[in-house]
């Protein structure tokens, strides 16, 4: 905790240098921060990780919403997050040994219906809202592509592909332009960072942190790269008792992904305040 505390007091610089820098493209400029993502859409409630709760979320303020990304046996790109179909809809089973249409039989809990495909959620964003969508296994890469290609969402979507290179691989290998998001950690975190610095990919757009992997040298050195930053807020925190983005937005990163919408929005609006209020590092 000293380590952090001592990255708060250096931080709001940071975000100045870093808020001068000019967008590559459009969808940098929708992810360079403060930004607020949504977890799911709404974690934990019964229709989490569907459009409808999607548009909850904007009309709540997000400016991204996180979600989960599975196919089907037969191909087609579900909103889903667990491996199996148990405990969550009225199905069971492994989610990739079932078809789509036995999968939309499977009614998710607390809901009458089963989940949404990616397809409608990429109809319903573009022009609203940022989706970050998560590669949950590597036969999803492909189809999750090809459906952004196909409703033209390269400007609206990004993908996490994890820690380590092995589905950021696959992704980059199959499409140059789709957005990526990666998550070095653990043990080898350095190693991939560095790895992942080096490719110089312009459309590798978010480098996803962690508390124990976070310093202030080496959030200097993802945003000189051009990189925009994000971290789950209630890893930094506890969120029981409400949002804690500020924190997030105070170290500098850009992007804070939560599970209290609201007050994370009220709080990203009062560190843009803050930053427009500060005069610019070169003027100090």
């Known amino acids: ?31 360079r921060g403060p930004r607020v993502a949504v977890h799911r859409g709404g974690f934990g409630l019964p229709d989490q990780n569907t459009v409808a709760r999607f548009e909850v979320a904007r009309g709540q303020g997000a400016d991204i919403v996180e979600t989960d990304l ?4 037969d191909g087609v790109v579900f909103l889903f997050h667990n491996s ?28 009458e219906r089963g989940p949404d495909r990616f397809e409608d959620a990429l109809r319903w964003s573009r022009g609203r809202v940022v989706i970050d969508a998560e590669f949950k296994s590597a036969d999803v890469v492909k189809p999750a592509i090809d459906l952004v290609r196909k409703h033209r969402a390269v400007d609206w979507v990004y993908f996490q592909v994890g820690n380590g290179l092995r589905i950021y691989r696959a992704a980059r290998e199959y499409d140059s332009r789709v957005a990526l998001e990666a998550s070095p ?21 978010l480098i996803q942190l962690h508390p124990d992997f976070l310093s202030s040298d080496l959030l200097q050195r993802i945003h000189a790269s051009g990189k925009v930053t994000s971290l789950n807020a209630w890893q930094l925190t506890p969120e029981e008792n409400g949002a804690t983005c500020a924190r997030v937005f105070e170290l500098g990163i850009d ?30």
Not at 92 to 97: L, Q, R
Request: proline letters at 4%; one cysteine or more; charged letters at 25%.
């Open 1 to 31: 905790m000293a380590r952090l505390r001592a990255l708060f007091a250096c931080a709001l610089p940071l975000v100045l240098v870093t808020a001068s820098h000019s967008p590559a493209d459009s969808l940098l400029a929708r992810v």
């Open 84 to 111: 199996r179909l148990d405990k969550v809809t009225s199905c069971a089973g492994e989610f990739s040994s079932h078809t789509a249409a036995e999968i939309a039989r499977c009614h998710l809990n607390g809901l």
């Open 70 to 73: 599975r196919a089907s046996k």
């Open 255 to 284: 992007v804070a992904v939560t599970n209290a919408p609201e007050p994370c929005v009220k709080q990203r609006d009062e560190a843009r305040a803050l930053r427009t209020d500060s005069k610019p590092i070169a003027a100090q």
């Open 185 to 205: 950690r653990g043990a080898r975190a350095e190693h991939w960072l560095a790895e992942l610095l080096a490719k110089e990919d312009s459309r590798l757009l």
